[in-house]
Antibody
Framework: EVQLVESGGGLVQPGGSLRLSCAAS????????MSWVRQAPGKGLEWVANIKKDGGEKYYVDSVKGRFTISRDNAKSALYLHMNSLRAEDTAVYYCARDSADTSMSDWGQGTLVTVSS | DIQMTQSPSSLSASVGDRVTITCRAS??????LNWYQQKSGKAPKLLIY???SLQSGVPSRFSGSGSGTDFTLTISSLQPEDFATYYCQQSYSTPPTFGPGTKVDIK
């Protein structure tokens, strides 16, 4: 069974930093692209970033470019999102998702809440 | 970026009703269209990929159709567990983008 478990969320002040983690199990992690998707309170879904199987390619939504960094450790089956210069508008539940070969996001974690507020 | 729209934004329906949700892309996305279901407080769940392929384990009352710019999700006979918000998402180009969602609630 595929499992994705996010951690690392919490309350942070504007301008602060946070690192989210996603622990993967139940599949060969190194064989899949992985994504982060967020959802602001009461709002819809927004894709944030994704990373190639070997970490060699990374893509970001414009609103986080230069502030967020996606990374992975295939030996640990772990996905990360390093978030710097956080803004109030980054407040959201952050989900990690497995990118399927058919280009959908086939499996999702339960999410971790990031709140940016003073 | 490709913009996705959905209609209606919400609908009220009864158990047993046939429900259709429409999704439109701002440019052609071939069949790179996925549908997700999200229940309150839960993570999204993939229902349909490639516009019309049913994800493993998803009941056959869910179906998808369309190509190019216009797509539909149909629930043939609404069940109590289907009351949720439904999102379409294009995977044709980066960044992948979602529609604003359609909330299906009880009439």
């Amino acid at each position: 069974e595929v499992q994705l478990v996010e951690s690392g969320g919490g309350l942070v002040q504007p301008g602060g930093s946070l690192r989210l983690s996603c622990a993967a199990s139940g599949f060969t992690f190194s064989s899949y692209w992985m994504s982060w998707v967020r959802q602001a309170p009461g709002k819809g879904l927004e894709w944030v970033a994704n990373i190639k199987k070997d970490g060699g390619e990374k893509y970001y939504v414009d609103s986080v470019k230069g502030r967020f960094t996606i990374s992975r450790d295939n030996a640990k089956s772990a996905l990360y999102l390093h978030m710097n210069s956080l803004r109030a508008e980054d407040t959201a539940v952050y989900y990690c998702a497995r990118d399927s070969a058919d280009t959908s996001m086939s499996d999702w974690g339960q999410g971790t809440l990031v709140t940016v507020s003073s | 970026d490709i913009q996705m729209t959905q209609s209606p934004s919400s609908l009220s329906a009864s158990v047993g009703d046939r429900v259709t949700i429409t999704c439109r892309a701002s440019q052609s996305i071939s069949s790179y269209l996925n549908w997700y279901q999200q229940k309150s407080g839960k993570a999204p769940k993939l229902l349909i990929y490639g516009a019309s392929s049913l994800q493993s384990g998803v009941p056959s009352r869910f179906s998808g159709s369309g190509s190019g710019t216009d797509f539909t999700l149909t629930i043939s006979s609404l069940q109590p567990e289907d009351f949720a918000t439904y999102y379409c998402q294009q995977s044709y180009s980066t960044p992948p983008t979602f529609g604003p969602g359609t909330k299906v609630d009880i009439k």
